[in-house]
């Protein structure tokens, strides 16, 4: 039973294979917008940890390049996040 899908009244086909990745985010409420902007602060981070770490080790290119990636996708999430602000704060008020 654990191979078909786990627990009893679930799908015996497994979410990897329906393409069901991100439950959780999927039921938490947040928009494609929102979730995507998310996403761009955790490629950021990512980028810059590895520029971080390129550093360290003396891959100066690598770590240069990477920071400019990491900053690039800084600001296009500060861009979004002010953008869905200031949407909230004016337009979508009920």
């Known amino acids: 039973m654990a191979a078909c ?7 015996p086909i497994p979410r990897s294979w329906t393409g069901d990745f991100d439950h959780t985010r999927r039921t938490a409420g947040a928009g494609p917008t929102e979730a995507s902007a998310m996403t761009l602060l955790k490629w ?3 980028f810059f940890l590895v520029s971080v770490v390129a550093g360290i080790l ?5 770590s240069a390049a ?3 990636v990491a900053r690039f996708l800084f600001y296009v999430f500060v861009v ?9 704060l004016t337009i979508f008020r009920v």
């Open 5 to 11: 899908g786990g627990l009893t009244g679930t799908s």
């Open 44 to 46: 950021a981070l990512i």
């Open 58 to 62: 003396g891959f100066t290119g690598i």
């Open 66 to 68: 990477s920071a400019d």
């Open 80 to 88: 979004i996040f002010l953008v869905l602000l200031i949407l909230g």
